[in-house]
């Protein structure tokens, strides 16, 4: 049977089946070559738009802080006033108090209802601003109100009469108050009667906010803006080009109501991938096996490296954010406090990752040193947030109070309401007065402290109560402990991670271990004993990768001093005590003689007949920039005695006739430098200086 088609047709039919083939092998490849680029867009319309709501949030978040913090500020402010009402002046004092202890309020505001103090008329407004000047006159206080700023009239002022919460008013020039732009929270104030007699209102600069959200340029030549409730700008966004098409993600904010937009040009998102997707045009027009090749290994590539990209752009963003956060939060100098001699600080905060939940801080306000240690559940950015959160609240509140259980309370009533609901935190928070030793405290379930006995060398648990961690329960009532503090004591605080730090055979740290450290290193320095438990820790550990945040806070309350009973046999004790100051050598013989003197003195004349009284001995080191000076200060409640007064024993004449007593007046001055005495608050106190000089005939430590 002869064969139905000819050669020249089969081939022909070869050729055109190949170029069918051929055809619907590049439409196949070619279509593959769309769904792909449509899929890769949708990748990165869909990354853009989670990151996008990740800075979203992360905004909110840094802002919502800020706003917490200015309610926060309104009612302690509402509060003091009312307490304060019947005393005008009172009242404004509050004002400026607020923004002495604040540093993000730019004023703060209390106005009254008409005539409400006949004395000063119709209109009474005080008001407490910043300047541009430094120290006491920085902050501004005056009675704003009149004809000429009749506040009456003003929107925030109508509202916290009528509304019994925070409220926040639209964007304003304040040209009395603050001189700036801002936005205000008010607060209505009542008096005994529960009866709305004026307003809070606490001012919040709107540059403050444009450095919260300069963050949110996702990408290059993308715009963000805040808008208020009512839709007036906060923070303005330029104006859109006609014709190019753009992406936008809003977020409220729930407490103010305002509105976060970053705004992404889609040409910008897309460049790439359209760049992209030229090229393996071109490269498939060049034949079909290279096409192959190139729109497969092209698309691969692509892909992977967009994922890869986009993926650690995130993750480094979201890093970036919470280490600036955390970072700027945290105490970074040491010593804390250079010009004190009673007090010395150091602690370290050293996170599993890249950022922790971990977190320490403390200052001084009103010679009470206020200081904390805290754990968030949880490790990387959200528990850092949540720490970030919990510092903030830490600083405002204690600004405020100086009861620790209402500390914790406060925190815990925010952070309850406000964070998730899985995620909690254990704090400690102690208030520690400087000048009598006194702690209060109050713990809510963390670690309990460690308290080194710096006289006896005994190592001991600080006890506690078992509050509840904050975050868990609002309206929890915590309860506050204390105790007393001893000169040379030393306070040492710490995170679960320190005792749950585990080797490679999972074996723990353990308590025990952390408890013989510190036996040992009775006496250290703050630094050293801290330094002593990370070495212990480290080789315990060895290889193993750290599983847990590790905090340690040391606080030593170091005024070296003595106390003895009225009793000459009590003197001999002073030698010891001289020898532990660790002075130089040349130096413990003559100031021991000297303070043998004065003592012995102070026995024998401020309590005479008497068996019951006490002299106590301390010393200070100071130094300026001519070099050291030791100080010692002898101190007793017996009766006036000033052993300057008394001449100095003339030495030239025989001891028949010289006159009895002054010879150890006079043997201490020839071993001090200066020697004055004062009496202050029915005590008697002598004051013996040496200074320590160099070959220039300066002091020289």
Known sequence: MKNKFSPSKRQSLKSRTGFWLLLVAAVALESIACIQYF?????????AVYRARAELRAAELEINVATAEMEAAAKVLTKMAEKNLADPQAVSNCTRALLQTLDNVESAGIAFVADYYPQ????????????DKTGEDAIFTRQIGGPDHDYFQSEWFNNGLTIDSA????????????????????????????????????????????????????????????????????????????????????????????????????????????????WVTIMMLLGLALLVFIMYRSAKNILSLISVNNQKERMQGELEIAWTIQNAMLPKVFPPFSDRADLNVYGIVEPAKEIGGDLYDFYIRHEKLFFCVGDVSGKGVPASLVMATVRSLFRSTTSLTEDPAQIIQQINNNLATESNPNMFVTLFVGVLELSSGELIYCNAGHNAPIVIKGSIGVVEQLPVVANIPIGVLSGYE?????????????????????????????????EQRMLDVLSSSTGKRPRELVDNIKQSVSEFVGEAEQSDDLTMLAIRYQVPAIVMRNDIQQIPTLAEW??????????????????EETVSNVMLYAYPGRQDGRVIVE????????????????SDSGIPFDPTKKDDADITLSAEDRQIGGLGIHLVRQLMDEVYYQRVDDKNILTLVKKLYNENNNYND
């Open 39 to 47: 899929y890769s867009r949708s990748m990165i319309k869909n990354e």
């Open 478 to 510: 915590y309860q506050w402990q204390a105790t007393h503090i001893e000169h040379g004591d030393m306070l040492f605080l710490y995170t679960d991670g320190l005792t749950e730090a585990e080797d490679a055979g999972h074996a723990q740290y353990g």
């Open 120 to 131: 000063y008329g119709k209109w009474y407004e005080v008001c407490s601003s910043r300047t």
């Open 578 to 595: 001289v020898e532990s100051l660790q002075l130089p050598v040349e130096l413990n013989m003559p100031i021991n003689l000297a303070l």
């Open 167 to 278: 409220w926040w008013s639209e964007p304003y020039l304040d040209d009395v108050g603050a001189g700036a732009m801002v936005v205000s929270c008010s607060y209505p104030i009542r008096d005994k009667n529960n009866r709305i007699v004026a307003v809070t209102c606490i001012d919040m600069s709107i540059s403050r906010l444009q450095r919260v959200s300069a963050y949110l340029q996702v990408y290059k030549d993308s715009y963000y803006s805040i808008r208020s409730a009512a839709g007036a700008d906060i923070v303005a966004r330029p104006d859109t080009v006609a014709g190019r098409k753009y992406m936008i993600f809003d977020e409220e904010i729930d407490a103010t109501g305002w509105h976060l937009s970053v705004i992404i040009p889609e040409d910008i998102l897309f460049a790439e991938l359209n760049k992209v997707g030229l």
């Open 619 to 634: 010393y200070f080191e100071t130094k300026d920039d001519k070099g050291k000076r030791l100080i010692f200060t002898v």
